[in-house]
């Protein structure tokens, strides 16, 4: 096995310790605990393989048939092409040990012995906040996320989610919109973007500098189902609390409110309406498990002590050169979406009328439409 490093020896002894990690990575019953067991017994991962099998069982969690797995190993191919992936596509190898390593999940149980990056994570990144969900996001859901995705990240928090559909992906766009960091963790491979339509908003986080885009699993890992619980604790072990903004009653969101409680991190759920087909946020506050808030600004005065956030500031007032009808219509609206007969008898508009004027506000971005005629203030 040390003939697998020793050709890499003109890159110094840390190149030959990172491709030893990823190695040992490779090796067929090493996780993320045993990795880093190994790599505290020997020093680093290189010096791992050069050791006896009877040293390496001495190692917490390293029995007879890992030791052997170890000793045996020797497919330099196989990390050749790791290191080929991530050139491609311009990924980094991160360690436990490296500054660049997120240092909230470095507290968590179970933390992985390194990460794949594309992009740059940030010291900033220390201020994070998870915002996750269902996939079949409601309207309703979909705000939900965008909404405080936004706010969190004008108040210079990183916004973490899992790149998924619905809940994820909304809120991911939302932090790109408002020119703050977002980082996704995905339960693929770096270079595997899933799903791959999400595509077009990595590449705004990569060639803006908005954040990263991260996973613990091999390049060229497909997203399998069972990679997605391992991929949720690290969503919510980079951060310093969970927001739920919409959920099934079952699922990847709740699962990682969950893994959150368990990491001691705050867990907050937005309630939904109780006939929607997803309770799972009202579930989460019925049960004690979750703070129910209604805004990010509640959010970050839950965590401002503990992260130094500024206070949220205030809201933008309207612009002065509003008609007077386009203040009645205004009056007539929240941020709750009501449907354009309500508005119309509200503001004393007949229906023509008050869609030209809809318009004109939707094209300034003080409204916004729903499907079924249904509009609200932005």
């Known amino acids: 096995m040390a003939e697998l490093f020793a050709r890499e020896s003109d890159r110094g002894l840390d190149a030959d310790a990172r491709r ?5 990575s490779l090796v067929p019953g090493v ?7 190994i790599v505290a017994a020997f020093g680093d991962a290189a010096a791992a393989f050069r050791a006896s099998a009877a040293a390496l069982r001495r190692v917490e969690g390293v029995g007879p048939q890992t030791a052997a797995a170890i000793r045996a190993w020797d497919d330099g191919p196989a990390v050749d092409a790791q290191f080929a992936r991530a050139d491609a596509v311009g ?7 490296d500054d660049a390593y997120p240092a909230r ?3 968590v149980y179970d933390p992985p012995a390194h990460l794949w990056v594309r992009g740059r994570l940030d010291p900033a990144d220390t201020l994070a906040v998870a915002v996750v969900g269902t996939r079949k996001a409601s309207d309703y859901g979909k705000r939900v996320a965008s909404a405080f995705a936004e706010e969190l990240a004008r108040a210079g928090v990183t916004v973490v989610s899992g790149l998924a559909y619905g809940i994820d992906i909304a809120a991911h766009r939302a932090a790109v919109a408002a020119g703050g960091r977002t ?8 270079d ?6 999400h595509a077009g908003t990595v590449r705004e986080i990569l060639d803006r500098d908005l954040g990263a885009v991260v996973s613990e699993l091999p390049l060229g890992a497909a997203p399998d189902a069972a990679n997605f619980p391992r991929r949720n604790r690290i969503v919510s072990g980079m951060s310093l609390a969970t927001v739920v903004a919409e959920a099934r009653e079952t699922g990847g969101a709740l699962l990682t409110a969950a893994l959150a409680l368990e990491q001691n991190r705050g867990v907050f759920a937005v309630p939904g309406s109780v006939f929607a087909d997803a309770p799972g946020a009202n579930r989460l506050i019925q049960a004690g498990a979750a703070a129910l808030v209604m805004s990010a600004a509640d959010v970050l005065a839950e965590v401002a002590p503990q992260a130094g956030i500024a206070p949220a500031a205030e809201p933008v007032s309207l612009p002065a050169d509003l008609t007077a009808i386009e203040r009645r219509l205004l009056d007539a609206l929240s941020a709750e979406p009501r449907p354009l007969d309500a508005v119309c008898a509200d503001a004393d508009l007949d229906t023509s ?7 004109q506000l939707e094209f300034r971005g003080l409204v916004r439409q729903l ?5 609200f203030r932005t």
């Open 91 to 97: 990924a980094e190898l991160v360690a436990f040990d």
């Open 31 to 37: 996780g993320g605990t045993r990795a880093r067991a």
């Open 183 to 190: 980082v996704a963790v995905l339960g693929s491979g770096v």
């Open 20 to 24: 030893a990690l990823v190695a040992l």
């Open 192 to 197: 595997v973007l899933y799903p791959a339509r």
């Open 371 to 375: 499907q079924g005629k249904q509009f």
């Open 353 to 359: 009328s008050a869609l030209v004027y809809l318009l």
């Open 105 to 107: 999940l470095r507290e």
